[in-house]
């Protein structure tokens, strides 16, 4: 079973920064993709930044964030984070963290979200 849980959002001012994590398992890191999504109020689903499963873990961070945001692992495989620098009021969104099985290109699970609000 994949759990995924996030946490780490909250109000921050323009040009603060902000670290969510994704709490999951070393199972679900040495078999899934994780990624980071965000989706404001009346706005689709962004894709933001994902790290591969296994000792690689090779990671990518979407054109549109990259300089400001970056995504990592812990050592112990439990916890995937999303660094988030010179956060934007355009930034306020929920934030999701979501698994992709490999050879697949679909994310199947996903956590519950964590707010993040960028105050002007």
């Known amino acids: 079973q994949v759990q995924l849980v996030e946490s780490g959002g909250g109000l921050v001012q323009t040009g603060g920064s902000l670290r969510l994590s994704c709490a999951t398992s070393a199972r679900t890191l040495s078999l899934y993709t994780v990624g980071w999504f965000r989706q404001a109020p009346g706005q689709e689903r962004e894709f933001l930044a994902a790290?591969?499963?296994?000792?690689?873990?090779?990671?990518y961070v979407e054109d549109s964030v990259k300089g400001r945001f970056s995504i990592s692992r812990d050592k112990s495989w439990n916890t995937v984070f999303l660094q988030m620098n010179s956060l934007k009021p355009e930034d306020t969104a929920v934030y999701y963290c979501?698994?992709?099985?490999?050879?697949?290109?679909?994310?199947?699970?996903w956590g519950q979200g964590t707010q993040v609000t960028v105050s002007s």
């Open positions: 790290i591969a499963r296994g000792g690689a873990a090779a990671s």
């Open positions: 979501a698994a992709k099985p490999a050879g697949t290109t679909s994310y199947t699970h």
